[in-house]
């Protein structure tokens, strides 16, 4: 009886890239200037196809077009340190569905939107195309 000779995969499947955690985001960069119309809505439309971060598991880049759309209340979002604060996820480990979780908190906590959507549609990778949304809505505007 013939033995089996074990398949050694290639070395490639076992590299792993190292990867920042989620407290390398520089949250502290991002800054506002007051919105002079408070009293009249605006829907401000952001986007780049320049995000990345990386996958937890593998190191290996994940790249995607974000999309930021928000309603504001009294501040409005300084676009250089928003591109700053972006451009800090380049080497952090984190989850698709995460990063866009985490980039609605943060931003919402720098301005305070009456409404705000984040929505991250990632480059294929595997095959697989992922596209995450998020949406907030503040109380004030709920009623």
Same mark, same amino acid.
């Given at each position: ?28 960069? #991002? ?6 119309? @408070? $009293? ?17 598991? *593998? $190191? #290996? @880049? ?7 759309h928000y309603i504001p209340d009294? #501040? ?27 980039? #609605? ?7 305070? @939107?009456?409404?705000? *959507? ?14 995450? *949304? ?6 004030? *505007?709920?009623?």
């Open positions: 009886m013939k033995q089996k000779k074990s398949k050694k995969l290639p070395q490639a499947l076992d590299r792993r890239y190292d990867t920042q955690t989620p407290d390398a985001i520089d949250v502290k960069v #991002l800054d506002t200037f007051p919105y002079e119309y @408070p $009293g009249r809505d605006i829907v401000i439309d952001i986007d780049t196809d320049e995000f990345t971060a990386v996958c937890p598991w *593998s $190191g #290996l @880049p994940d790249f995607a077009r974000i999309e930021i009294k #501040l409005c979002i300084e676009l250089r340190s928003l591109k700053y604060y972006l451009m800090s996820y380049r080497n952090v480990g984190i989850y698709q569905e995460h990063a866009v979780n985490r980039i #609605l908190e943060d931003l919402v906590k720098c301005c305070k @939107p009456k409404w705000m *959507s984040v929505t991250a549609d990632y480059t294929i990778r595997g095959g697989i195309h992922t596209v995450t *949304s998020v949406e907030y809505r503040s109380k004030k *505007s709920r009623n």
